[in-house]
């Protein structure tokens, strides 16, 4: 958790030193589920962010964290999830066309078996449409990514392992009213020299403006790691179905 808080900090300084920008824009958001009966389950998720943007530079830093515990009549209450991520991205004449970025991310997963995990790189972006109501953009980035795993009982060998990865991203959002919002965002990564060794992520999210700041929210997610049972995780797959707050301002 301290270094979870650490990582946030330094990604969100630059952006928080611009606070007084007129062209910055920060959003936060929470949520949560729960199961109770025979089976108990709790889970957490909350995401901060801030960016500032003009027609050169668009700078956004992210941090992320899930925490997760459950419980059944056999089984004593534990923790089934706890992760975090950092990352920052950086885009050049944002309202382009096509727009060349930097991005880099750092993160940790208790239900992936991952200790920590670096990655950054450069990609290029397509904004395929962009109106007043609707955007949606394409990327490809090539990255270069270092995991750092312990050794548990399922999986004995821990180290650490290099690699280079595509990473391939489609978002679109689009405002169906002034009030109802569509959102969705995939991520698909393969290792470049096994495309059968990838990380596979999507976040679909419908959200209902109850004020200026306010706004409800219904997100499915949905995480998928091909390597995580060999480092020892239960599963390779993780989803979940939330309802929480997200405020922008």
Known sequence: MTRFVLVALALLLPAVLSAQDS????????NGSLVFGNTEQMLISMRTGIERRDSTVALRTEARFNYGESSTEDEPRS???RSW????????RPFAAQVPFLLATVESSLEKRI????????GHKMNLVRTDRSTVDMSVALLAERTI???????????AETLARWSARFRAQHDFTENVTFRSETFYRPAVAELGSFTFSSTTSLGYRMNRFLQLRF?????YDSEARTRGARTNNDGELLVGILTEF
Do not use: C, K, M, W
């Not at 200790?115 to 450069?122: F, K, V």
């Open 23 to 30: 062209r910055r824009r920060i959003d936060a958001e929470l």
């Open 79 to 81: 923790v089934h999830r």
């Open 85 to 92: 991520l950092g990352s920052i991205n950086l885009d050049y």
């Open 115 to 122: 200790d920590i995990r670096y990655s950054g790189g450069a």
């Open 149 to 159: 795993t312990h050794a548990t009982t399922a999986a004995p060998a821990a180290g």
């Open 219 to 223: 997100s499915f997610q949905d995480h």
